[in-house]
């Protein structure tokens, strides 16, 4: 059987669609899959923001703290990408080299780093030479 296609009346028409799946289910026999589609995101949202609203107020900082920091990260690198290549090798280099000499003087760095600061660690200075 033929029917109009949704929103243009006449224009068109179109197969009706009734194909099975593996398991036997008919697809694609809904009249206006559009409608229940925006119904059914309406339902969803309801139910996230009832879960939303359940959460302890700690993870919802945490959240818009890290909804904030990927905002921070998006405007740094447009900046970056505005900037003299130079100057901004230079700042990643500083950054690095304080982020290496932190780890090795405080031991904090993360275990997959860890054999390589080992390797690093006799020739930087530590709180253990002064003692």
């Known amino acids: ?7 243009r009346e006449g224009a ?10 593996k398991t036997g289910t008919i697809i694609g026999s809904c009249p206006h899959p559009a409608l229940i589609t925006s119904q059914g995101m309406f339902y969803f949202a309801v139910s996230s923001i ?11 900082v945490n959240l818009g703290l890290a909804a904030l920091l990927v905002l921070v990260v998006i405007v ?27 780890w090795v003087h405080e031991r904090n760095e993360p275990k997959v780093l860890t054999p390589f600061i080992d390797a690093i660690a006799p020739y930087v200075p530590n709180p253990k030479w002064g003692k």
Request: glycine share 4%; charged share 30%; aromatic share 6%.
């Open 1 to 7: 059987m033929d029917r109009p296609t949704p929103g």
């Open 12 to 21: 068109e028409t179109r197969p009706e669609r009734k194909e099975k799946n």
């Open 50 to 60: 009832d879960k939303i609203q359940h959460l302890p107020k700690k993870n919802l």
């Open 76 to 102: 740094l690198f447009k900046v970056a990408a505005r900037m003299n290549k130079f100057v901004l090798g230079i700042i990643i280099l500083v950054t690095f080299m304080i982020l290496m000499l932190t």
